[in-house]
T-cell receptor, first 114, second 112 residues
Framework: IAGITQAPTSQILAAGRRMTLRCTQDMRHNAMYWYRQDLGLGLRLIHYSNTAGTTGKGEVPDGYSVSRANTDDFPLTLASAVPSQTSVYFCASSAQSSGANVLTFGAGSRLTVL | GENVEQHPSTLSVQEGDSAVIKCTYSDSASNYFPWYKQELGKRPQLIID?????GEKKDQRIAVTLNKTAKHFSLHITETQPEDSAVYFC???????????FGKGTRLSVIA
């Protein structure tokens, strides 16, 4: 089934640990995005990639890094997790890099940092 | 950059009544305005979108209106049903390589 796969679905993590959230799409979409969702704050963009080999910073990039080695994969890494990074993380993709395109979201990864 | 404000943050309506959610945007270059619905525990999904060359778009019980002069757009849901209960997000973007900017969401509750 075409779409976006995120892993893990849920994770509890000790503060200071390194964590990578995985995101894979099989739709050959050019652009990919990472959002975090917090109650009352909506969907905030962390990082994005308009095409393989390029990345850009979103609204809340601090403490996160991404890479886009190929079209399908867009992992999000927390180098040293802090409790304020407790959130639900959504990966998304769109066919073209223009913002004026439909986003397809993954099912989300719930991360708790203690 | 773009800033999208969304109101109200919560909305309760009786089943069968209409619901209206309003958004304003700051960047006059924005020309694409989608609405996403997120049911509890699920991922956001597009329900309707409008581009700046039209003022209104309808899809069954859902409609979106756009006022470019005032830089605001609204989602209208008529004859609401319990399954319309969800969080709704508006967003705005232009045709360049800048990602969508989302509003903070509206939690709609339809009371049977």
């Amino acid at each position: 089934i075409a779409g976006i796969t995120q892993a893990p679905t849920s994770q509890i993590l000790a503060a200071g640990r390194r964590m990578t959230l995985r995101c894979t799409q099989d739709m050959r979409h050019n652009a990919m995005y990472w959002y975090r969702q917090d109650l009352g704050l909506g969907l905030r963009l962390i990082h994005y990639s308009n095409t393989a080999g390029t990345t850009g910073k979103g609204e809340v990039p601090d403490g996160y890094s991404v890479s886009r080695a190929n079209t399908d994969d867009f992992p999000l890494t927390l180098a040293s997790a802090v409790p304020s990074q407790t959130s639900v993380y959504f990966c998304a993709s769109s066919a073209q890099s223009s913002g004026a395109n439909v986003l397809t979201f993954g099912a989300g990864s719930r991360l708790t940092v203690l | 950059g773009e800033n999208v404000e969304q109101h109200p943050s919560t909305l309760s309506v009786q089943e069968g009544d209409s619901a209206v959610i309003k958004c304003t945007y700051s960047d006059s270059a924005s020309n694409y305005f989608p609405w996403y619905k997120q049911e509890l525990g699920k991922r956001p999904q597009l329900i309707i979108d409008i581009r700046s060359n039209v003022g209104e778009k309808k899809d069954q019980r859902i409609a979106v209106t756009l006022n470019k002069t005032a830089k605001h757009f609204s989602l209208h849901i008529t004859e609401t049903q319990p399954e319309d209960s969800a969080v709704y997000f508006c967003a705005a973007a232009n045709s360049g390589n800048t990602p969508l900017v989302f509003g903070k969401g509206t939690r709609l509750s339809v009371i049977a």
